[in-house]
């Protein structure tokens, strides 16, 4: 399928949130500067103004009582099957999707935030949503970055021997293990701050980004992920230091 033609899209803000985070326990609603993490990507969604609805996904009453109190919505909760360590995006995406339009609730496109970045700002979002649908040919947005550790200095283990990821095609010049960063060929990576793309994908075609992927660079520290406690102290570092700024959330602490 192709995109469809329009000029006023409606866009449902997905917030995953399920329970029983192992790497940081209790992640999505664990305290940053006062407030859940998962709070500042439900305000960061308010800010950006471009979403018909903002529905966080989670399998816990705690997290959805928690999720309402910051200004989304929590109609159903997810699936335990679609919940687990292992559980894909298509899974949960695809199931609230097509829940949420059995129930009336229809949109074009959807946007996953995740908990896990806090620093990125509805400024962003809305970035993001503008090139992407002035682009009007692709199927998805992620967000990247330029990526820390470039993979041509990396290497797959095979009998005791190292074999490089990524080899310079030109075998005459200098292998690419061997080159500095600056010389070596831009690589971007994901990273979780957001996604965009059309309904029509995860219903349809059982694909949450389909083939034609668009690149979104985020700056400073909108992309930075919490990923585990390291990342939650030097979040928290971050933010001592004023090197960043989370989203201002007007509500007092919640006490849910």
């Known amino acids: 399928m192709t995109p469809p033609k329009s000029d006023n899209f409606s866009c449902i803000a997905l917030i995953p949130a399920r329970s029983g985070s192992k790497r940081i326990k209790n992640k999505n609603i664990r305290l940053l500067s006062g407030h859940p993490l998962m709070a500042y990507s439900i305000q960061t969604a308010i800010d950006s103004r471009i979403f018909n609805h903002i529905v966080v996904s989670t399998d816990s009453r705690e997290i959805g009582k928690i999720a309402k109190y910051y200004g989304a919505e929590v109609p159903f909760l997810r699936p335990i099957q679609y919940a687990t360590d292992t559980s894909s995006?298509?899974?949960?995406?695809?199931?609230?999707?097509?829940?949420?339009?059995?129930?009336?609730?229809?949109?074009?496109?959807?946007?996953?935030?995740?908990?896990?970045?806090?620093?990125?700002?509805?400024?962003?979002?809305?970035?993001?949503?503008?090139?992407?649908?002035?682009?009007?040919?692709?199927?998805?947005?992620?967000?990247?970055?330029?990526?820390?550790?470039?993979?041509?200095?990396?290497?797959?283990?095979?009998?005791?021997?190292?074999?490089?990821?990524?080899k310079n095609p030109d075998k005459s010049a200098i292998p690419w293990h061997s080159t500095p960063y600056q010389a070596l060929p831009p690589i971007f990576a994901q990273n979780a701050s957001l996604e965009i793309a059309?309904?029509?994908?995860?219903?349809?075609?059982?694909?949450?980004?389909?083939?034609?992927?668009?690149?979104?660079?985020?700056?400073?520290?909108?992309?930075?992920?919490?990923?585990?406690?390291?990342?939650?102290?030097?979040?928290?570092?971050?933010?001592?230091?004023?090197?960043?700024?989370?989203?201002?959330?007007?509500?007092?602490?919640?006490?849910?």
Not at 89 to 97: A, F, M
Not at 215 to 239: H, S, V
């Open 89 to 166: 995006d298509i899974e949960w995406v695809k199931y609230t999707l097509e829940k949420l339009e059995n129930d009336g609730t229809k949109s074009d496109c959807f946007s996953i935030l995740r908990p896990t970045s806090p620093f990125r700002q509805g400024e962003t979002i809305k970035r993001a949503w503008e090139v992407f649908i002035a682009d009007g040919k692709a199927d998805s947005l992620r967000a990247v970055e330029k990526c820390r550790q470039h993979p041509a200095k990396m290497w797959i283990i095979k009998n005791k021997r190292m074999y490089p990821v990524m």
């Open 198 to 256: 059309w309904n029509y994908l995860p219903i349809k075609e059982n694909s949450i980004s389909g083939e034609k992927i668009m690149l979104f660079i985020t700056e400073d520290f909108e992309g930075y992920d919490i990923n585990d406690e390291k990342d939650w102290i030097y979040a928290e570092y971050l933010i001592t230091r004023n090197r960043v700024k989370l989203p201002k959330i007007m509500q007092k602490p919640c006490n849910c």
